[in-house]
């Protein structure tokens, strides 16, 4: 397992925009599915977006679609979630996670086997 760490989260008003990295020093992160979940306080953990290890493939939740934006930078070896139009309901600590099984894309929770401590996004009225 790798250890991933979570980066550019923030108090910002709604409409504003935040980039959200993930990244890793102990391996190359395109051996990794990557996802971003989210976790607001006494709900669920709940899937936001996953891109695949080379990256043409990507899926987003559909609360999130048109506003969110997953992408790699494999020359930084980190893992973006840009967020655009942001809404209060986007309040939640976001973590990142790995998976090295085989497949492209993965919105269940448990396909991922490595997890970052995750970073605060609150989004004020």
């Known amino acids: 397992q790798v250890e991933l760490v979570e980066s550019g989260g923030g108090l910002v008003q709604a409409g504003a925009s935040l980039r959200l990295s993930c990244h890793t020093s102990e391996a190359s992160l395109r051996s990794y599915v990557v996802g971003w979940f989210r976790q607001a306080p006494g709900k669920e953990r709940e899937f936001v977006a996953s891109?695949?290890?080379?990256?043409?493939?990507?899926s987003h939740a559909d609360s999130v679609r048109g506003r969110f934006t997953i992408s790699r930078d494999t020359a930084a070896n980190k893992v973006y979630l840009q967020m655009n139009s942001l809404r209060e309901e986007d309040t939640a600590v976001y973590l990142c996670?790995?998976?090295?099984?085989?497949?492209?894309?993965?919105?269940?929770?448990?396909?991922?086997?490595?997890w970052g401590q995750g970073t605060q996004v609150t989004v004020s009225s």
């Open positions: 996670a790995a998976s090295d099984r085989s497949g492209s894309t993965f919105t269940n929770p448990t396909k991922y086997d490595t």
């Open positions: 891109i695949s290890r080379a990256g043409g493939s990507t």
